[in-house]
């Protein structure tokens, strides 16, 4: 898989199946985060503080969900990375 252009693919995080209080969610019930992990970058991403791996916020505007073999991404362009979270800054799946 090449991306083309300015884009990103992120693996989009989801809220945990489980409340803080311990009531179980079921799967519907289960939202999608504006955040997730950086997996690949095209070459023409302009940012040098971008890295993959890294867990960024991003804004959910134009961002374009994909499935590759049975996994949830989504296709967002560099310049609707609004941070890089830290680890701690986070906590999701």
Known sequence: MKLIG????????????????GIA?????RSKLPSGKIILMSQDVSSIDLSR???VLFS???????EVR???YVIIES??????LDKG?????
Do not use: C, W
């Open 6 to 21: 300015d884009r990103i693919l992120v693996e989009q995080f989801h809220t945990k199946d489980v409340t803080a209080g």
């Open 25 to 29: 969610l079921p799967q519907q019930s």
């Open 53 to 55: 791996g890294d867990v």
């Open 60 to 66: 959910s505007i134009g961002a374009i969900p994909i």
């Open 70 to 72: 049975g996994r949830e």
């Open 79 to 84: 310049e609707d990375v609004l941070m890089i």
């Open 89 to 93: 800054d986070y906590d999701a799946e």
